[in-house]
T-cell receptor, first 115, second 113 residues
Framework: AQKVTQAQTEISVVEKEDVTLDCVYE???????LFWYKQPPSGELVFLIR??????QNEISGRYSWNFQKSTSSFNFTITASQVVDSAVYFC????????????FGRGTQLTVWP | EADIYQTPRYLVIGTGKKITLECSQT?????MYWYQQDPGMELHLIHY???????EKGDLSSESTVSRIRTEHFPLTLESARPSHTSQYLC????????????FGNGTRLTVT
């Protein structure tokens, strides 16, 4: 079975702090994809990043960075110098390589950045 | 970038009414999905489609039905709404082959009184 665990339900930080959102996944597939989505208060889910299981290279995009470690089945997301606009719910998700696109979501982490 | 539209944005209806939530995408994506999001934030797949005339039930038991007569259109219907159907419904689409990100609509927030 596929499972994604986001143990942090809520995180509060003050602006300019760095924050890391944890994501641990379970799958027996050798080919799979991992995603992060952002859900601001307006409600839509915004795609942030996709990694496939064969690419463990970490990625940085501006203030965002992602650390993928197969050895610990983790795909953590770090926001550097957080801003109020980063306040949202963040979802980690898993897609099996053998199926045609279904996403298995974690429960989400509510991030609040205070000014 | 996919454009995917959901209407209505908000809906408040009484118990027993029949409703249809609309979802359309303009990018020609083969695959479309409906997710239900409860107040605790968790997302559950309730229906999906791999193409025209193809629909499947998802992981969460749902009393809703879907149809896929046209590639761009994937409506969800509740024949008789109940308060337990109060939730946010999110529609998504993605390209083939697998591994592509899902693109989501803004969602429909449904309240059944």
């Amino acid at each position: 079975a596929q499972k994604v665990t986001q143990a942090q339900t809520e995180i509060s930080v003050v602006e300019k702090e760095d924050v890391t959102l944890d994501c641990v996944y379970e799958t027996r597939d050798t080919t799979y994809y991992l995603f992060w989505y952002k859900q601001p208060p307006s409600g839509e889910l915004v795609f942030l990043i996709r990694r496939n299981s064969f690419d463990e290279q970490n990625e940085i995009s501006g203030r965002y960075s992602w650390n993928f470690q197969k050895s610990t089945s983790s795909f953590n997301f770090t926001i550097t110098a957080s801003q109020v606009v980063d306040s949202a719910v963040y979802f980690c998700a898993l897609m099996r390589g053998s199926t045609l696109g279904r996403l298995y979501f974690g429960r989400g982490t509510q991030l609040t950045v205070w000014p | 970038e996919a454009d995917i539209y959901q209407t209505p944005r908000y809906l408040v209806i009484g118990t027993g009414k029949k409703i249809t939530l609309e979802c359309s995408q303009t990018m020609g994506h083969d695959k479309m999905y409906w997710y239900q999001q409860d107040p605790g934030m968790e997302l559950h797949l309730i229906h999906y489609s791999y193409g025209v005339n193809s629909t499947e039930k998802g992981d969460l038991s749902s009393e809703s039905t879907v149809s896929r007569i046209r590639t761009e259109h994937f409506p969800l219907t509740l024949e008789s709404a109940r308060p337990s159907h109060t939730s946010q419904y999110l529609c998504a689409s993605s390209e083939s082959p697998g591994g592509k990100p899902l693109h989501f609509g803004n969602g429909t927030r449904l309240t059944v009184t």
